[in-house]
């Protein structure tokens, strides 16, 4: 089995500031980044230079957005249908009623 290198550090690359501010960002370092259309990169300023790094603003639970529970009841269900579900799991008393004030 072959075993995929892990990408190191960039040599040193540079770019041309357009009319309108504008800086392409070389393939290379975008791909070291991680960067990808839309994404959004932090620019630090610091005494011995800029640093720019990738923001991972991602909700981390966007990854499984989508994916089923396994569960059909709950794939797609109103809150009643869930709030149904889960006390028939663990089974249903009289004192969830006292509790939410509700007979669901």
Same mark, same amino acid.
């Given at each position: 089995m072959a075993s995929r290198a892990k990408i190191g550090p960039p040599a %040193?690359? /540079? +770019?041309t500031v357009t009319s309108k501010g504008q800086v392409t960002i070389p393939v290379e370092i975008r791909r070291f980044? $991680? +960067?990808k259309a839309g994404d959004k990169l932090? #620019? /630090?300023v610091k005494e011995s230079g800029v640093t720019v790094a990738r923001q991972t603003e991602e909700f981390? #639970?966007?990854k499984f957005r989508g994916m089923g529970t396994g569960i059909p009841e709950l794939d797609n269900g109103s809150i009643d @249908?869930?709030?149904r579900w889960f006390r028939e799991a663990r089974g249903h008393d009289a &004192? @969830? %009623?006292l &509790?939410? $004030?509700t007979d669901r």
């Open positions: %040193d690359q /540079s +770019a980044l $991680g +960067a932090t #620019f /630090s981390p #639970f966007n @249908d869930i709030v &004192i @969830d %009623d &509790i939410l $004030g």
